[in-house]
Structure formats: C-alpha cells, structure tokens
C-alpha cells in the first residue's frame, strides 16, 4: 500500500514537469525567449504529428514573420485563416503580411448579394455552423411538437411558422458547414515561393511570358498538367507556373 501512495505521490510531483515537456509549450517557450528559428521547427514538428489547430499556424506564421520570411507567414496565416475565420488577430496580421508583399492585384468586382452572402459565411467557422444547424434542428422539432400537439389555432399556426423558418435557418447553416468544410478539405488556393516567377500561357517551358508574380502572392489553382498548375489571379488573369512555385493552402 505504502509503495502505491509513493508511486501516485511521485507521478502527481512529476505531472508538472511532463507538461512543461510537451512540444507545444516548448515551441510557444521559444518563441517568448525570441528564438524564432528554433519555435518554427518545433511548431512544424508539433504539425506534422497532425496536431492541427488555428493557435499552432498562428504562432508558426508569427515566428515566420519576425524573420522575415513573409511567403511562410501568409501561407500560415490563411491556413490559420480557415480554421478560424472570425479570428481578427489572424486577419489584422494576415493584412500586415501582405503589406510586404511586392504584387498588389485588383479584385474582380462580384454582385452584392454573393458577396454579401460570402461575407456571412465566412464570419464563423465549418464547427460553429454545425451547431447553429443541429440547434435549429432541435428548435424546428419543438416547434413542430406545437404544431401537432397544441389544440389552439393561434399555437398551431405560430408552430407552424416557426418550425418552417427554424428549419430553413438549418438548411442554411449546413450549407454554409458543408462549404467551409469543403474549402478546408479541397484546398483550392495557394500561396507563391519562389521569389519571382514568370507566368507561361502554356504549360511548356517554350510557352509565352504572359506576366511576372512574386512570392507571398495568393493565386487559385483551377487546373493542372504534369507538373504545372494553371493558376488565376483575383483580377481575373490566368497562366501556368511549375507546381514547385508554390504551396497549397
């Protein structure tokens, strides 16, 4: 009994130690002490364990950012950006990053009612449009039990009309889950590295230059050939670059 109270006793004194251990807290140590360099390996250490998670691209992205390495930092910044998409310190950096970035593109205009639309999809996270959906969902079913089992007609219609707009707030917030979810799992959109890159209008070496682009530029991938992507601009321009001219988001 007496070696299973040290036993318990020694693993309770030790715990703190342990923990003090773990890669995150050794990667977020360094980054404090200003050892930039050293917290980017661990932070890339703790992600290739599949440890994912908008904190650990945030401090892996602010690490790289302080040495410099801007191409690093915004590909760390969106991917943190998609995880947590009403994160304003992930958006407020992001935006200070691309400040260093040399291309500065044109938006295409889109209809206010998608873009407005897009806007409200993207103020919450895939995880946060579940809930409201499955909470919907559950409101829709307590509305519903009114409608049928209320013997008023006032109760019957009012559960009625709100089991019908509960249900339609649930539709609409899957949708909205579904399509975050589907940004996160095929990823579209990419990030420049190499610090230029000549833009071909085919996918062969011979091809002819069509524009230069710089590292840190945020392209979509709309097609591939081998190894070359055909890649668009948010000004609407397209062109083909070697696949080792960037890293998907």
């Given at each position: 009994m007496?070696?299973?109270?040290?036993i318990?006793?020694l693993?309770?004194?030790?715990?703190?130690s342990w923990?003090?251990?773990t890669?995150?807290?050794?990667?977020?140590?360094?980054?404090?002490?200003?050892e930039?360099e050293?917290?980017?390996?661990?932070?890339e250490?703790v992600?290739e364990?599949?440890?994912?998670?908008?904190?650990?691209?945030?401090?892996?992205?602010n690490?790289?950012?302080?040495t410099?390495?801007?191409a690093?930092?915004?590909?760390?910044?969106?991917r943190?950006k998609?995880?947590?998409?009403?994160?304003?310190d992930i958006?407020?950096?992001?935006?200070?990053?691309?400040?260093?970035?040399?291309?500065?593109l044109?938006?295409v205009?889109e209809?206010?009612?998608?873009r407005?639309?897009?806007?409200i999809?993207n103020?919450?996270s895939?995880?946060?449009w579940?809930?409201?959906?499955?909470?919907?969902f559950?409101?829709?079913?307590?509305?519903?039990?009114?409608?049928?089992?209320?013997?008023?007609?006032?109760?019957k219609k009012?559960?009625f009309?709100?089991?019908?707009?509960?249900?339609?707030?649930?539709i609409?917030?899957?949708?909205?889950?579904?399509i975050?979810?589907?940004?996160?799992?095929?990823?579209e959109?990419?990030?420049?590295?190499?610090?230029s890159v000549?833009?071909?209008?085919?996918?062969?070496?011979?091809?002819t230059?069509?524009?230069?682009?710089?590292?840190?530029?945020?392209?979509?991938?709309?097609?591939q050939?081998?190894?070359?992507?055909?890649i668009?601009?948010?000004d609407?321009?397209?062109?083909?670059l070697?696949?080792?001219?960037?890293e998907?988001?």
């Amino acid at each position: 009994m007496k070696k299973f109270i040290y036993i318990v006793l020694l693993l309770c004194i030790s715990a703190p130690s342990w923990a003090q251990k773990t890669p995150i807290t050794e990667a977020n140590n360094l980054y404090k002490k200003g050892e930039y360099e050293k917290a980017i390996k661990s932070y890339e250490f703790v992600l290739e364990t599949h440890l994912i998670s908008p904190e650990i691209y945030f401090n892996l992205a602010n690490a790289y950012y302080k040495t410099g390495q801007i191409a690093p930092a915004i590909l760390n910044y969106e991917r943190a950006k998609l995880l947590a998409p009403e994160d304003k310190d992930i958006q407020y950096n992001l935006a200070l990053a691309h400040d260093h970035v040399l291309d500065k593109l044109d938006i295409v205009p889109e209809l206010f009612l998608k873009r407005w639309i897009a806007g409200i999809r993207n103020a919450a996270s895939a995880q946060s449009w579940s809930y409201f959906s499955i909470s919907f969902f559950i409101i829709c079913l307590l509305f519903l039990s009114i409608y049928l089992y209320s013997n008023k007609s006032g109760f019957k219609k009012a559960g009625f009309l709100f089991a019908f707009l509960s249900l339609s707030f649930c539709i609409i917030f899957f949708a909205f889950a579904s399509i975050k979810t589907n940004e996160m799992t095929v990823r579209e959109h990419a990030i420049i590295f190499t610090p230029s890159v000549t833009i071909k209008g085919s996918p062969d070496l011979s091809g002819t230059d069509l524009f230069l682009l710089h590292e840190g530029t945020k392209v979509k991938v709309i097609d591939q050939l081998g190894d070359w992507r055909n890649i668009q601009l948010s000004d609407g321009n397209e062109g083909w670059l070697k696949k080792d001219d960037i890293e998907m988001i």
